[in-house]
C-alpha cells in the first residue's frame, strides 16, 4: 500500500495518512482532506522529512508537474472546477504540503450533498468546511481513488 521507506512523518499522519490516501507517488501522497473547504479539497504532502520548500529533492520538484498534471485532471473530470488554489501554509503542519483547494463559482453536489463555495471569487476561507459523513467521505474517496487509477497512478487503491 504504501511507496514510504521509512515511517510517515507527522504532516502525513495528521491528515489521515494511510486512510485518506487518494494516490501516492515516489515522493508525493495525495490525501483526501478531512475538512472540505470545497468539493474535492485535497492535501498534497511530500513524503520527505522537509520543512523547508527548497528543501526537497530534485526528484520532488521534477515529480511535482506530473502530481500536479494528473491531480488537476482528475478533479475536472470529477467536477469541473473553475480554478484550483495551491496553499502552502505550513503555520501548524511543518512538513512540505500545499491544500489543494477547487474553486466553483456555482454551487455542486456530490453524493446527495450540496457543497457551496461560500468565499468564490475571494481568497478560500479554511475555517468554513464541510465535515462529511462516513459514507459520503467513502464514496468521494473510492471516486477520486478510481479517477487517479485510470491515470495510471499505481498508488490508488
Known amino acids: 500500500m504504501s511507496r514510504l521507506s521509512s515511517r510517515p ?12 490516501v487518494v494516490a501516492e507517488y ?20 511530500c513524503t520527505e522529512p522537509a520543512t523547508a520548500f527548497p528543501d526537497i529533492s530534485a526528484g520532488a520538484f521534477a515529480e511535482l508537474k506530473r502530481v500536479t498534471n494528473e491531480l488537476e485532471a482528475v478533479l475536472a473530470s470529477a467536477f469541473s472546477f473553475d480554478r484550483v ?4 501554509l505550513r503555520m501548524v503542519d511543518p512538513h512540505v504540503h500545499f491544500h489543494v483547494l477547487p474553486r466553483y463559482e456555482t454551487k455542486r ?3 446527495g450533498v450540496e457543497f457551496e ?17 462516513d459514507d459520503t467521505k467513502n464514496a468521494l474517496l473510492a471516486d477520486l481513488r478510481e479517477r487517479f487509477r485510470k491515470t495510471g497512478v499505481k498508488g490508488s487503491k
Open 117 to 133: 463555495d461560500r468565499a468564490w471569487p475571494r481568497p478560500p476561507d479554511l475555517t468554513s468546511g464541510t465535515t462529511l459523513s
Open 9 to 20: 512523518h507527522a504532516t502525513l499522519l495528521k491528515f489521515g495518512y494511510p486512510d485518506t
Open 26 to 45: 515516489e515522493h508525493w501522497a495525495v490525501l483526501l482532506r478531512p475538512s472540505q473547504v470545497t468539493l474535492g479539497s485535497l492535501v498534497l504532502v
Open 109 to 111: 453536489r456530490f453524493a
Open 85 to 88: 488554489n495551491y496553499l502552502m
